[in-house]
């Protein structure tokens, strides 16, 4: 029990001082590379696993809970990570009652679209890393204007670029 | 709108989206405002702002407050849960798997199909969610506020990005 609350403990230390996704990662690294609890390779290896499961790209940190900790670990992680979402319900109840005053809903709307800049920031890297060939920008242009002008269902979407990226490979 | 539809959205959303936090939020965006209308885009957008300025995984927080937007404080516990139990679940028994995936390249092919069009619908909704606000007359503003964020964000902790927008945002209209 001890150990799954120092576990829990370093975890929420590393996500309660984070705003995105990554931003966890140099805290995580000093709690548990620095003291030989987790090796670097083992750390890259839980972000791939980060990047291949659905959901946020935080979301490692259920990798390396499950890698230092077992079942024991990853839930102790994933803990950590909701845990401070609930923060969001007194900011929702507060700004909520005064999103209509002007100068409160003029901060929220530059928060907003400061948002939508940050969030590009994540997605550049991404895009980056997704581009080896004219498929995948094929399939990040049809994508957004998808999104924009259809009301197809984004499941279906992500499917449908599954299956055409492995139909190309295998015919290649 | 019960609190077993609401499950549903969350667990598809958040289950079937891979690309990180931005396209589950564009799946829950498109699935609750525009096809459901449970939610104006306005309360959509609050919801995510908030979310964007409270610690920790941002699309957990989101959840959260779209769950309470909408049931109160069973919306918001249902959300969070269903949003991140499956998602962290999976993540678990893949990296006890990692090893045999990324040996299957059928596998690995797919995944950089879902994640091409991962980025494609994230950059869809930014463009869904700011669009509104460069439509109000406001253009020049809204354009120097996304690219305040863009800039900002390569340099200094996003926590402070978004105080400096909301500085901007209050003082420039204040002028």
């Not at chain 1, 140099?26 to 620095?34: A, D, H, N, S, Y």
């Not at chain 1, 024991?72 to 319900?89: I, S």
């Not at chain 2, 900002?152 to 003082?171: D, E, K, Q, R, T």
Request: charged fraction near 10%.
């Amino acid at each position: 029990m001890t150990e799954f609350l120092l576990l829990y403990l370093v975890f929420l230390k590393a996500t309660l001082s984070s705003f995105s996704g990554m931003t966890a990662l140099p805290i995580l690294r000093e709690e548990l590379v620095t003291t030989h609890r987790l090796t670097d390779r083992q750390l890259n290896t839980a972000i791939v696993v980060g990047r291949l499961t659905p959901g946020p790209k935080g979301g490692y940190i259920v990798s390396v809970g499950q890698t230092i900790g077992g079942w024991r670990g990853a839930t102790a992680a994933w803990l950590a990570m909701v845990t401070p979402a609930l923060l969001v319900l007194p900011l929702l109840y507060w700004l909520g009652r005064h999103a209509k005053t002007p100068a409160v809903k003029r901060s929220l709307d530059a928060v907003m679209l400061g948002s939508a800049g940050l969030s590009l920031t994540a997605v550049l890297p991404l895009a980056r890393d997704a581009i080896d060939g004219p498929l995948p920008v094929f399939l990040i242009a049809a994508a957004t204007l998808l999104f924009i002008r259809s009301k197809v269902e984004t499941v279906w979407l992500i499917l449908a670029g599954g299956v055409l990226m492995l139909g190309v490979k295998m015919l290649n | 709108m019960y609190l077993g539809d609401l499950a549903r959205v969350m667990l598809k959303a958040g289950t079937l989206t891979f690309g990180g936090g931005n396209p589950t939020t564009a799946a829950l965006q498109r699935e609750m405002v525009e096809e459901r209308h449970w939610l104006s885009g306005t309360e959509f957008a609050l919801a995510y702002t908030l979310s964007r300025i409270t610690p920790g995984t941002n699309l957990f927080a989101c959840c959260s407050a779209l769950g309470y937007l909408l049931r109160g404080w069973s919306g918001a516990l249902t959300c969070l849960l269903i949003a991140s139990v499956p998602s962290s679940l999976i993540t678990a028994l893949l990296t006890l798997g990692m090893d045999r995936l990324l040996a299957w390249p059928a596998a690995v092919a797919m995944m950089h199909g879902a994640i091409a069009v991962a980025v494609g619908l994230s950059f869809g909704s930014l463009w869904t969610l700011a669009a509104p606000y460069l439509q109000q007359g406001a253009i020049v503003r809204g354009v120097a506020l996304i690219a305040l964020g863009f800039g900002l964000g390569y340099v200094v902790s996003p926590i402070w990005v978004l105080a400096a927008c909301a500085a901007a945002g209050y003082f420039w209209s204040q002028a």
